[in-house]
């Protein structure tokens, strides 16, 4: 199963280095390959890398586009939208 989904950053300081490691965090937690992108950085980085989030330099406003790939994927995506919705749990 394939899904992709485009959601505003809507927290504070964007996807920022407590942020990128939340986000790693929870697509650490399922076996879909999970790929992140933003609109100025058309290249896609593994979710799963806070080093590869940061890359992106996504700001607070930016889309950010999220690929998911496999087996766990409707799971994966709903747990990455909840917590991007939620603003990584800091505004």
Do not use: Y
């Not at 609109?39 to 950010?64: H, M, N, R, W």
């Amino acid at each position: 199963m394939e899904l992709e989904r485009s959601i505003e950053i809507s927290n504070k300081h964007g996807l920022h280095a407590r942020a990128s490691t939340r986000l790693a965090q929870v697509a650490k937690q399922f076996t879909s390959a999970i790929a992140v992108s933003t609109p100025t950085c058309t290249t896609e980085v593994d979710a799963k890398s806070i080093l590869g989030i940061l890359t992106l330099g996504a700001e607070k406003g930016q889309t950010l586009r999220i690929r998911v790939t496999g087996e766990d994927a409707d799971r994966a995506m709903e747990a990455l939208v909840q917590l991007i919705e939620a603003k990584f749990g800091e505004d």
